[in-house]
């Protein structure tokens, strides 16, 4: 008889937590206002301009840091995460790519076709020709960087 008082005492503990715990989240929280809401003044075209620039090289310069990565790895013999490296070298290189103009374009547009056919040999368990593309790359990238 005792053991049946713990038990249905100890299960209506448990119930009045569960029902306290929920009781706890579904209460809605108190967000004090804090005014309408004004958009903010546009930027000036400077302003975007230089943003822009900062974007660009930002994009470039993560490319060329997987790049790289990707050719250390290539050389270690870690096909897969050569591989995982140049396609987000690729990514960032791409990105880059359709800001960029002039000789620096042309340098990054060489250096995504590069990552391209690295990433296919890659897949095709050609570790060394993927580290051959991604080898020619990252004189592209680095090249658009300086321009």
């Known amino acids: 008889m005792m053991r ?4 249905k005492k ?17 209460v809605a929280k108190y967000i004090p206002y804090q005014g309408p809401k004004v958009a903010p003044a546009p930027a000036s075209v400077e302003s975007t301009q230089q943003a ?8 470039a310069a993560q490319a060329l840091e997987h790049a790289i990565s ?20 690729l990514v960032h ?14 340098h990054m ?7 391209k056919e690295g ?5 095709m368990n050609h570790a060394d020709m993927a580290l051959d593309h991604v080898k020619e790359a990252i ?3 680095r090249a658009s960087l300086s321009e």
Do not use: D, F, W, Y
């Open 119 to 123: 990433i296919k040999h890659g897949e």
């Open 4 to 7: 049946i008082k713990v038990s």
């Open 70 to 89: 990707a050719s250390i790895h290539g050389e270690a013999g870690h096909g897969s995460v050569l591989i995982e490296h140049t396609r987000l070298a």
């Open 93 to 106: 290189a791409q990105a880059a790519e359709q800001k960029l103009e002039g000789n620096s374009k042309t």
């Open 139 to 141: 004189p592209h990238i």
């Open 10 to 26: 100890l299960v209506s503990v448990t119930l009045l937590s569960v029902l306290a715990m929920s009781a706890e989240t579904a």
């Open 109 to 115: 547009s060489q250096a995504v076709e590069h990552l």
């Open 52 to 59: 822009a620039k900062k974007t660009i090289g930002k994009h």
